[in-house]
């Protein structure tokens, strides 16, 4: 995995891409901090990353903070 600022991320995107095209990973930074990560659309497995959110759903369900749910926490916190 490649790891550029975004400067060189707009100098060099033709080159990235070509990069990416041929199976690499290149993450994108800014000020030092990952912002964006450049894959091959068939990299992220769909699928799979749907499962996983449906079990985070599942699990978080009747999840409480101290008597509180989760939605009350929330609508707690944009009072």
Do not use: C, F, Y
């Amino acid at each position: 995995m490649r790891e550029v600022g975004v400067l060189e991320a707009e100098r060099k995107l033709a080159e990235l891409l070509d990069e990416v095209e041929h199976g690499g990973e290149v993450v994108i930074t800014r000020q030092g901090k990952p912002v964006a990560r450049l894959v091959a659309p068939g990299a992220v497995n769909r699928d799979a990353a749907r499962a996983a959110a449906e079990r985070i759903r599942q699990r978080s369900h009747g999840v409480t903070l101290g008597g509180l749910t989760i939605k009350s926490a929330i609508e707690e916190g944009r009072r």
